[in-house]
């Protein structure tokens, strides 16, 4: 017969066991949401971000959680990946407020740039595999950068107030890493693209490898190229730009005052 003692330990272990904490450790990119931090998290961002409301019971959600980790960790730094645990009673009003009927349920959540306040919320309709949220939410990444030909360049210095983050690149597409940092600078840098087929302005820069990040800043004494030639991810970058200009998301970001309640309120890719 097992003893009590022995049943109280295996009580205790399952109780503070890193399973008991959800489905998504520290050792994942997924951030655990609950009601105190789901504002912040969510709705204070200019980041879009993709919500997984999910119980620890459900069959569905244990076999979505690998896809869901391995998108969380491609998406680092270019989106916010996140997860509300429904079975536990202290976030069971953030389901019921998001209509939460069954498991998982993924909804996307993009900044409204006319009412922060209100983001635009939409029901994930896309398959259960990494590749196809990380396509998803790619897609509902507002673009902060600005694709540039030569002639334009020099106006576009000349017409924002900089600093001037100007990446050329010899693809297509915008990297989803650039567009992050946008939206980390949003406000405080301005960013454009120009490819390498704009060989005049390449020249012009003396950019002669390509992907290669310049940052122009002006003073009385005119116009300065600052050419970037450290490792071309996201940290590094983000760590750099914050010395032309100071970011609106991220480590370095300013803290948002916090508003004062009343008294009788209830406390509710990495690589280019």
Known sequence: MLSTAFILACQLFLLFSPA???F??????????TPKTFKSEIYDTN???????????CGHCKNLRPQYTKAAKSLNGVAKVA???CDDQTNQSLC???DVRGYPTLKIFRPNSKVPSNPYIEDYQGGRTAKAIIDTVLAKIPNKVRRLKAEEVQTWIEETNGPNVLLFHNKANTPPMYKGLAIDYA????????RNSEKGVSKEYGVTKFPLIVVITTDEEGEHRH???GELKKEPLYEYLSSFATPVEGAKAPQKPKKAKKATEATQHEEL
């Open 227 to 229: 050419k970037y030639s």
């Open 47 to 57: 980041y879009t971000s993709i919500v997984e409301f999910y119980a620890e019971w």
């Open 96 to 98: 019921s407020r998001y």
């Open 20 to 22: 008991s904490a959800g």
């Open 83 to 85: 997860a509300v645990r």
């Open 24 to 33: 998504y450790g520290s050792d994942t990119a997924v951030i655990n949401l």
């Open 187 to 194: 406000g405080t840098a301005n960013f454009g693209i120009i």
